[in-house]
């Protein structure tokens, strides 16, 4: 008796019950199912902050500020100015990893143009954000060094910024908007960037000269820097290093005695990737543990129904022993049937995985992904569900006394 | 020549605290190509009997020799072998597969025998043919009479050329037309050579046999030979 042999009894048994064995594959279909698509997914966004970190700038760094604490009220880092303009000097000249650093002064500001308004994120900083964001611009040009320098009231819009002043695919250069009621020149428009990791639009943004930014928008202690420094490294390999260096150097400047904590915090954009990798461990836990209780109910309803097949085809049973049907020749066709079943619901529950993965994709637009070995490992373990809950009741089956079978009403 | 040599057969079953002795020392030979019926009431011990020698069974104690070999103490597989070469069961309730061909259904023992699928076609036909079923081979069993079914389960016994073929009360869900038709059956399979036990209670089925054995409490009561053994020897056989 081989294997063609008793898979062709399964699938006739099993097709002479249709309903029957569709409904007790469900339990398999929907997790699996649940499995392809949260797969896919997760694999879609991961592809996505992978692509969105590339977009936010290689090799960076960002040094906040300290925490203000006063009264034992404290502040979160950034709410306290305790970093200098000198410091950022001192970045940039005396810590030998470092590529470039750049301010960056954040404010929300109302832009006006001749007919339209819109509230965004004004950055003020320095020619080497640019360098450190990799960022080009379409049209026009950024401002540089003597812009910088003589505190021209230029400024450089984001894409989305553009759209909402001016109209789609417009260009503007050379037109003026006002911020803080100042009139400001466009000088250039920047390449789209899309959205970051946590879904803030980069495009939505519009960057003027840290000078400028000081005297026309917020005006500050000169002497302190509030905000934060952008600093890129030579490598990516030499992240770590620079933010040791940096560390040293500012505990140094700010004259922090040893056991004192620091008045500002490095982070690092692969510890940013760690965190929200976590945050998306955490979801993937959980609809894996969707997936994993369907497919243990899944196997329960395998076995419940093989249980009741086993019983109902008890006097089948008595005659195959009759005529000459081994034990293991029992075992195996009940075994190929749960196998058959659990595999046929396995692959039900690829296509149902396909299907949701891509109509998520459609109706969100979020990405999915789907990897040509998940969908192997499902069936695999559909497969290894079907042996294993199948397993009790085929050694039932052979088991039985023929005797007894075949006298069994 | 006997095909079948029973010595001092015994049978008990463990029931609870009850020991019941199912089989008190039956010794029996049975010559090939004999037609025996085995008769007794129920509870008599002639279902024991037929099981033993329909090796779905063994022995307490005792000596089975089926085709020279001693089968008593054969484990499950090995018996399983010996049901699958040496012997072909009818029963009562036919026992077809339902959903399934009568071609399949007497098919369904060369599977376990690893014949080819094109050889166990082939030798089914022929099996349905000699059962008179030419016309019948993908029928279902629900599309048949109690007599087809009962045909289609001689054939599906005899589709592996037994030595012996034992049926268990064989006509007792039919009218007593097809069964003397399914009597005529089997005594023509015993002029061909095969060995037919036929355990029935109705003593004008067991009146067709040539030989009655009539258990009683476990033991032979009566051995009565009605008429001679068959004179058509198998041609597998080497001495006559």
């Known amino acids: 008796m081989n294997l063609v042999a ?70 979160g880092f950034g709410s306290q100015p305790t970093m200098t303009w000198d410091d950022l000097d001192a970045i940039r000249t ?25 509230s965004t994120q004004v950055i003020g900083t320095t020619p080497e954000f640019f360098q450190i964001r990799s960022w080009t611009v379409v049209y026009g040009q950024l401002f540089g060094q003597p812009e910088l320098d003589g505190g021209a009231k230029v400024v450089v819009l984001g894409q989305t910024v553009v759209e909402k002043l001016f109209g789609k695919r417009a260009n503007p250069v050379g037109q003026a908007v006002r911020i803080n009621n100042v009139p400001f020149t466009v000088v250039g428009v920047l390449v789209r960037k899309g959205q970051s990791p946590f879904g803030q639009d980069y495009d939505d943004t519009a960057i003027i000269p840290a000078s400028t930014f000081a005297a026309k928008i917020q005006g500050g202690l000169s002497k302190f820097l509030s905000g934060e420094i952008l600093v ?46 976590d945050s998306s461990k955490a979801l993937t836990i959980l609809l894996a543990s969707i997936a994993a209780v369907s497919l243990l109910v899944g196997g ?93 009741p085929a050694r039932k089956a052979s088991r039985l006394n023929p005797i007894d079978a075949l006298r069994y009403e | ?14 029931m609870g605290d009850v020991t019941v002795h199912a089989l008190r020392g039956v010794s029996l030979d049975v010559d090939a190509g004999d037609f025996m019926a085995i008769m007794g009431a129920s509870g008599s011990g002639k279902s024991t009997l037929m099981n033993i020698i329909g090796c779905l069974d063994r022995p307490t104690s005792g000596q089975y020799v089926l085709a020279d070999r001693e089968v008593s103490r054969l484990d499950s597989d090995e018996l399983a072998e010996i049901r699958n ?50 016309a019948r081979l993908d029928h279902h069993p629900s599309q048949l009479s109690g007599g087809q079914q009962q045909r289609v389960a001689i054939a599906r016994a005899i589709v592996t050329e ?79």
């Open chain 1, 232 to 277: 890129s490294t030579a490598s990516s390999d030499s992240t770590a290093r620079a933010q040791q260096q940096i560390s040293d150097l500012l505990r140094q400047r700010h004259r922090l005695a040893a056991g004192v904590k620091d008045d500002f915090k490095i982070g690092n954009l692969a510890d940013i990737a760690n965190a929200r990798q």
């Open chain 1, 6 to 75: 008793t898979t062709k009894v399964a699938i006739r048994a099993l097709l002479s019950n249709k309903l029957r064995s569709f409904l007790t594959t469900l339990g398999i279909i929907v997790g699996v199912g649940a499995f392809i698509a949260m797969v896919a997914i997760g694999e879609g966004a991961k592809a996505q902050v992978e692509e969105a970190f590339k977009q936010m700038g290689t090799n960076l760094l960002v040094v906040l500020p300290g925490s203000s604490q006063s009264g034992g009220v404290r502040g």
């Open chain 2, 85 to 134: 070469h040496l012997i072909g069961f009818v029963f009562q309730s036919f026992n077809l597969l339902r959903r399934t061909s009568a071609l399949d259904n007497v098919e369904l023992p060369l599977i376990y025998a690893d014949v080819t699928a094109r050889e166990r076609r082939r030798r089914a036909q022929i099996a349905l043919e000699r059962v008179g079923l030419a």
């Open chain 1, 300 to 392: 329960i309803g395998i076995m419940n129904i093989m249980i009741v097949s086993v019983g109902e085809r008890t006097r089948e049973i008595g005659v195959r022993m009759a005529v000459g049907a081994k034990s293991r020749h029992i075992l195996a066709q009940f075994l190929v049937e749960a196998l058959t079943l659990s595999v046929m619901g396995g692959l039900l529950g690829v296509a149902l995985g396909l299907l949701v993965a891509q109509r998520i994709s459609i109706r969100f637009g979020w990405p999915t992904l789907v990897r040509p070995d998940i969908i192997a490992i499902s069936v695999g373990f559909s497969a290894a569900i079907g042996i294993v809950f199948g397993l009790y």
């Open chain 2, 1 to 14: 020549m006997p095909i079948i040599e029973l010595a001092d057969i015994t049978k008990r079953y463990e």
């Open chain 2, 162 to 240: 037994p030595k012996i073929i034992v049926a268990d009360e064989p006509t007792g869900n039919l009218d007593s037309r097809t069964s003397i038709e399914i009597i005529a059956l089997f005594q023509e399979l015993g002029r061909s050579g095969i060995t037919v036990i036929l355990v029935t209670h109705e003593p004008d089925i067991a009146e067709h046999a040539s030989r009655v054995v009539v258990i009683k409490d476990g033991s032979v009561r009566s051995d009565e030979r009605r008429s001679p053994v068959p004179a058509v020897v198998p041609p597998l056989e080497e001495s006559a």
């Open chain 1, 94 to 118: 005396q810590v030998p990893s470092v590529r470039s650093a750049a301010p960056q002064l954040k404010k929300s500001q109302q832009l006006v143009s001749e007919d339209q308004n819109w």
